[in-house]
T-cell receptor, first 113, second 116 residues
């Protein structure tokens, strides 16, 4: 069965450093992959989408890579700030497209002063 | 733009009662809405897909008689947890797609249900 893995342990980094979060998947060929931010007790907020034929996407301090051979996406936040502290979820779109996403469990990021 | 509002944000009820959660798209029309539940430190689990004017499509293992979903208009979908039990306590979240799907889902703020 399909499986999405995100590091369950919290990632603690210092302000100003680059945070890198990993999303690995198995038994799946997503047409696209998304990253969301979720704050405690709130719904997720969309950050970036990357399609299966794209290698990299950027948006301000955010960068996403997508390696369909390794079945992995990396999510980078450069010049991290305490306000970036949150849980980050990756979500896979179904093969061939469509709107039904499958979510990972998320990785909690803590940016310390 | 693209704001989705959920109400109530928190609800506490007694076992055996029914609870209704509303999901509204405030500034767009949503032909499709999704309902999820999320347990602490776990992923969002899709419960059902709600299409305006038609019956919801439930995921495997989700009891449709337990979790009633109604999508009566292009801006409102409701989830009713019937005869709630403590094991139904969870964080329920809706999301909506504005018109043609571009890849982005817009989520509500979530509703925390506690069944005593």
């Amino acid at each position: 069965s399909q499986k999405i893995e995100q590091n369950s342990e919290a990632l603690n980094i210092q302000e100003g450093k680059t945070a890198t979060l990993t999303c690995n998947y198995t038994n799946y060929s997503p047409a696209y992959l998304q990253w969301y931010r979720q704050d405690p007790g709130r719904g997720p907020v969309f950050l970036l989408l990357i399609r299966e034929n794209e290698k990299e996407k950027r948006k301000e301090r955010l960068k996403v890579t997508f390696d369909t051979t390794l079945k992995q996406s990396l999510f980078h936040i450069t010049a991290s700030q305490p306000a970036d502290s949150a849980t980050y979820l990756c979500a896979l779109g179904p093969p061939g497209g469509g709107n039904k996403l499958t979510f990972g469990t998320g990785t909690q990021l803590k940016v310390e002063l | 733009g693209a704001v989705v509002s959920q109400h109530p944000s928190r609800v506490i009820c007694k076992s055996g009662t029914s609870v209704k959660i509303e999901c509204r798209s405030l500034d767009f029309q949503a032909t499709t809405m999704f309902w999820y539940r999320q347990f602490p430190k776990q992923s969002l689990m899709l419960m059902a897909t709600s299409n305006e004017g038609s019956k919801a499509t439930y995921e495997q293992g989700v009891e449709k008689d337990k979790f009633l979903i109604n999508h009566a208009s292009l801006t409102l979908s409701t989830l009713t947890v019937t005869s709630a039990h403590p094991e139904d306590s969870s964080f329920y979240i809706c999301s909506a797609i504005p018109g043609q799907y571009t890849g982005e889902l817009f989520f509500g703020e979530g509703s925390r249900l506690t069944v005593l």
